[in-house]
């Protein structure tokens, strides 16, 4: 079965409005091409953590051990809410998060048998068997926050989830289709949280003469220090590059989409729209 087309949302206010600001969350699974989920980002939690892991040794004569570095662990922890207004974002986000719990799965690939027949010849069995063929690596982005800064961001970063849990919020109420035996719930909110390990794909840290390896820091917080005027030139021409190529006509600003996202959750159903008409 393909993985089903999953929208980021029915609401198409919320979507301009997440579009416009980035204000979604994108987890990709790596084992096909086209296996991606966006979110709205309602996130509650969020936290990275960087343990760095040390073999420390005692010896005779010294009070403090001698460490050696044996390198840094990236762990970034993320929760947020998937709500839904209305009984089909209500079955959207059901979908979205049984895809997602699917991206914590591996690929196997089918290997068909051979039998020999009475006459020693080699022919189809009907049975086979399969392996695991591909590990459920994902990618995960939100915005500058979490991304593959290291090597120049846009593409999400890379590593896989330990942990998901998907709690639906059973106080807020469920939408119901069918009745009887036919009956199915549909949560209108899920408390969704997981771990990510991460896997850089460029190398953190520095050369032997201090310049950041990165193309950017963890958080997208502007470039790698500048240690030459030619680097400094560089990198302001990219970030006008940038500001140019993301000021696009055909989208609203962050302003104008804010506005329209206040509008509507402070009058949903166009009552003041229509109040004005009448007036007219």
Excluded at 25 to 30: D, E, G
Excluded at 35 to 56: P, R
Excluded at 180 to 204: C, G, M
Excluded at 248 to 274: H, I, L, Q, R, Y
Aim: net charge negative; glycine share 8%.
């Amino acid at each position: 079965m393909a993985i089903p087309s999953c929208p980021l949302s029915t609401d198409t206010i919320a979507t301009g409005y997440a579009n416009a600001t980035g204000s979604k969350l994108i987890i990709t699974s790596m084992l096909f091409d086209k296996h991606q989920l966006e979110f709205l980002a309602f996130l509650t939690d969020m936290s990275q953590t960087f343990a760095s892991t040390w073999n420390s040794e005692n010896v005779f004569g010294r009070n403090d051990p001698i460490g050696i570095f044996q390198g840094t662990v990236r762990t970034i922890s993320l929760a947020f809410n998937v709500v839904a207004g209305n009984i089909d974002e209500a079955k959207l986000n059901t979908k979205k998060l049984s895809v997602l719990a699917s991206f914590l799965y591996p690929s196997y690939k089918s290997v068909k048998a051979i039998a020999i027949d009475q006459a020693d010849m080699e022919v189809p069995s009907a049975t086979g068997t399969s392996y695991m063929y591909g590990s459920p690596l994902v990618r995960v982005k939100f915005a500058n926050l979490i991304d593959n800064n290291e090597a120049g961001g846009g593409d999400g970063l890379l590593g896989w989830i330990g942990s998901l849990s998907v709690t639906p919020v059973l106080d807020n109420g469920t939408f119901i289709v069918g009745s009887r035996k036919d009956a199915k719930h549909y949560p209108k909110t899920f408390d969704v949280s997981f771990d990510l390990n991460v896997l850089h794909e460029r190398t953190p840290g520095y050369d032997e003469k201090g310049q950041y390896q990165g193309e950017k820091h963890f958080f997208g917080a502007g470039h790698a220090i500048a240690t030459t005027p030619a680097e400094e030139a560089q990198y302001a021409a990219e970030d006008a590059e940038n500001d140019e190529y993301n000021s696009s006509p055909n989208e609203p600003t962050p302003e104008e989409a804010a506005a329209e996202w206040d509008k509507f959750v402070n009058d949903p159903f166009g009552v003041a729209d229509k109040t004005s008409e009448q007036e007219e």
